[in-house]
């Protein structure tokens, strides 16, 4: 019926090819471009024939260069310097120059610089045959893949859709009503009845000037067609999107990209980065997979960092944290974090005879008493708050530079489970495992109904509910989903079964200029 989770020198500026000397008084130089170049890798299929435009040879449609315009300059001499299997020159249809042939001598006109991979470099150096004097060498680069972080604005946010039986429907609509057309479902029965739509694959963009590119990262969580594997080329792949997949071999659960997140922009140590940090969770020392970790530290722009997440069943960092917008905030946002202390507290605070019936039948609490008299569970919870918990929010603090006024500590309970042997799983659905969408109308925070309270239908009596709206900041619209049978009880929630595609947000061949050179 249901999937059951698994556990556990870049840019260089002009430079004269040749000594400058006084031109005649009637002669006039010519105006050459000046460069840098900056492009995309041309890894989309434009005319949809199944093969990469930069390994389908000027490609039917093919939009992803950048022209250089030599009009006017008569015969150049042209040659090409660099990372030679990467870049590649045409004019009319013709290639020019490549890693086989770096030199030749062409008319003026309009040129196109084609880029095959990320942070690819090079020199094209321009040599007017009749004013060799007036020579420019222009610098190119490619640009970096860049993961969308959560405070972006929303373009589209998908899930998987049941039809034809009794499922999800509640839990789609929760979107769909809220975000209208900003809201695409795919259909659950096409792909195995596999929900997480968030660990199967990531959203990135590569961007130049005058030029966008989306990337959607295949997990390898899935393969040989089941389940989810399909669905990025089948649902999301188009000219201009790409689908890019990083490693091989068996999959574990921190190769999920619920394991794979992105905070906002930060400042640390004097250092900004425009983008955000990269982060994402290791079980004893296994995190994503070698080939993508590798790939994604070599983009620079967003410097990964780690954190340890052995303690948990899943073992995704979605489980335990997130980021939503603050606009009163000093960094204009709030880290929010699971905190097992406030757990307790809260629950203490209620009627021990509230009934649970949500809980009595998945988890065997009958009310919170019960829950609040599991000294077993509390004593687990302690361990994973001191143990786990605490130090991995202090990785946090010292990688995004953040301080306890940026974080607002979330009431959370977590349960040990015999079939992840004693590793851990929400026993309040994960709140910080939740969606932001802003589509023009303000943050819209889709988040996990802990459904702690005995009647189902009554939201307003849920004192968990009250106690979140009341820690969370006013300015976000904040819809509680039903995600309980299909999610929650399955080991995963709201984050987990949705994903969200962003626009690009800043231009890194300025704003990640420092990052990208080392400074």
Known sequence: MFLRRLPVPLLLGVCALAACKKPDADVVSPTLPTGPLYGVPNIDDDDENGEPDWDDARAQGENDWVTVDLSGLGDVELTLAGNLDAVRVWKDDELLLDADTSTATAGGGVYEVELGDFLATATLSVVPVDSPEAAVELSIASAPLILNHHLASAELVVAMASTGRSGNETFIAGFSDVLGDGFLPFDLQDYGWDVWVQDELEFATLTAPGQRMDVVIDSIRTNNDRYLDNAPESELEAPDTAVR??????ATSQDSFGNLEVSPPVTVDGVEYPFGRIYWGEVNGRG??????????AQKVQAPFQLDNTWLCVGHVDEFSSFVP???APKGFRFLYADTNLGR?????????TSLPRYRTDHGYANVGAIVDD?????SNADMQADYLDPNLAIFKAALGLDDADIILVPAVFEEND??????????PATVNLVVADMGSGPEIFLPDPFLRTDDDDQGSDPFIAEVAALLPDSLNLHWLDDWDWYHVQWGEVHCGSNTQRPPTRDWWTDAKHLLEGE
């Open 375 to 379: 000294q077993a569970l509390w004593a």
């Open 245 to 250: 997949t990083w490693g091989t071999g068996r």
């Open 419 to 428: 079939m992840c042997g004693g590793a851990a799983l929400a026993l309040i």
């Open 326 to 328: 603050d606009p009163t």
């Open 288 to 297: 994503v997979t070698d080939e993508l970790a590798d790939f994604l530290e």
């Open 345 to 353: 507290t809260f629950l203490e605070g209620l009627d021990p005879a």
